[in-house]
């Protein structure tokens, strides 16, 4: 049988809904957080599969490269 499902997920410190909560997290995640949270160089192509981000002001950046993003929450 195939592993089981565990997509990959950016979120704010302050939000506990995901794992363990962290030091200092107030629980309640305000505004923006990551300004990208995933920032690919010019010339880099990327395949992006099983993900989620949360509480970001920019969720991707591309310079000049190519990405192909499938089963994502943004």
Same mark, same amino acid.
């Given at each position: 049988?195939?592993?089981? !499902?565990? =997509?990959?997920? &950016?979120?704010?410190?302050?939000? %506990?809904?995901? $794992?363990? =909560?962290?030091? $200092? #997290?107030? @629980?309640? =995640?305000?505004?923006? !957080?990551?300004?990208?949270? +995933?920032? &690919?160089? $010019? $010339?880099?192509?990327?395949? +992006?599969?099983? &993900?989620?981000?949360? !509480? *970001?002001?920019?969720? +991707?950046? +591309? #310079? @000049?490269?190519?990405?192909?993003? %499938?089963? *994502?929450?943004?």
């Amino acid at each position: 049988l195939p592993p089981p !499902y565990r =997509p990959v997920v &950016f979120t704010a410190k302050d939000d %506990d809904t995901i $794992g363990e =909560p962290i030091a $200092g #997290s107030t @629980g309640i =995640p305000t505004g923006y !957080y990551a300004n990208p949270v +995933l920032a &690919f160089p $010019g $010339g880099v192509s990327a395949s +992006l599969a099983n &993900f989620r981000v949360a !509480y *970001a002001r920019q969720a +991707l950046s +591309l #310079s @000049g490269g190519a990405a192909t993003v %499938d089963h *994502a929450q943004l």
